[in-house]
């Protein structure tokens, strides 16, 4: 059992009431899984995908007709106006982010619809992934 410490602390006019736990707030109890720490370790592992640039709206709206060549202008327009980018690999689908934090709209644009050979770091938590693209190329 853990035992709560009660403070008082004085915030401009008024009083707030913070219970602190005995050890750090936040802190897994003995025999947890910490899955935090867990993602923390698998997190940023580079790795080389290749798959097809798609605009995410209109690949989650449209199916089948929202990927490919056919649909290469849409998804030009889609991912120009900032619409979020992904890299589609198999049945995954990579949110697409540069290694510097920034958008990839402007790098992967030119290769809406079309087959891309991307290096970077995956992350994964939720169910969600996303890679950090360093390098990308058209694939043979």
């Known amino acids: 059992m853990h035992r709560m410490t009660w403070r008082m602390l004085g915030i401009g006019a008024g009083l707030v009431t913070v219970a602190l736990g005995a050890g750090a707030m936040g802190q897994a109890h003995e025999g947890e899984h910490d899955e935090a720490q867990e993602a923390a370790a698998s997190a940023g592992q580079p790795q080389t995908l290749t798959g097809e640039v798609v605009d995410v709206f209109c690949y989650l709206s449209h199916g089948a007709e929202g990927q490919g060549k056919s649909h290469a202008d849409c ?32 790098t992967l644009v030119q290769y809406a619809g079309q087959q891309v050979t991307v290096q970077g770091e995956v992350l994964e938590q939720d169910g969600q992934r996303l890679i950090a693209v360093k390098s990308v190329e058209k694939a043979p």
């Open 75 to 106: 998804a030009k327009k889609c991912i120009g106006s900032g619409m979020p980018v992904a890299i589609k690999v198999g049945d995954a689908l990579y949110l697409a982010t540069m290694a510097d934090h920034n958008p990839a709209n402007k």
